[in-house]
């Protein structure tokens, strides 16, 4: 049976995405079903054909956070997942990197 209420906040995302991003419905539709099947998108495509304005858009719609991990030769495996570290205080603390997240754009892959 469906859910009205999840059903009426699709539609919501749906729109709000629609409304920003303009010429890429299909994109649109794809993200929403991913989300709602808890899986994940690939997004593929020409530079500037609208792929970190989708995830920054669903961010928005979601009231989730949302940073893009730029894949180029320089970052240290660290800066995606995070490190362990000693404080001041003789204390090890985890700081967690940008793969800990609600959505993560992961930008030339390669």
Do not use: Y
């Amino acid at each position: 049976m469906a859910n009205p209420e999840a059903s009426e906040q699709a539609r919501a995302i749906l729109t709000a995405l629609r409304g920003v991003v303009l010429g890429q419905d299909d994109a649109t539709w794809e993200c929403v079903v991913a989300l709602l099947a808890r899986g994940h998108v690939l997004l593929e495509g020409a530079p500037g054909t609208a792929k970190t304005l989708i995830v920054r858009t669903l961010a928005r719609a979601l009231g989730v956070r949302s940073v893009r991990i730029q894949f180029t030769p320089d970052p240290m495996p660290s800066d995606v997942t995070g490190v362990s570290g000693l404080t001041g205080s003789q204390e090890f603390r985890f700081r967690p990197g940008r793969v800990f997240q609600e959505l993560g754009p992961a930008d030339e892959v390669n």
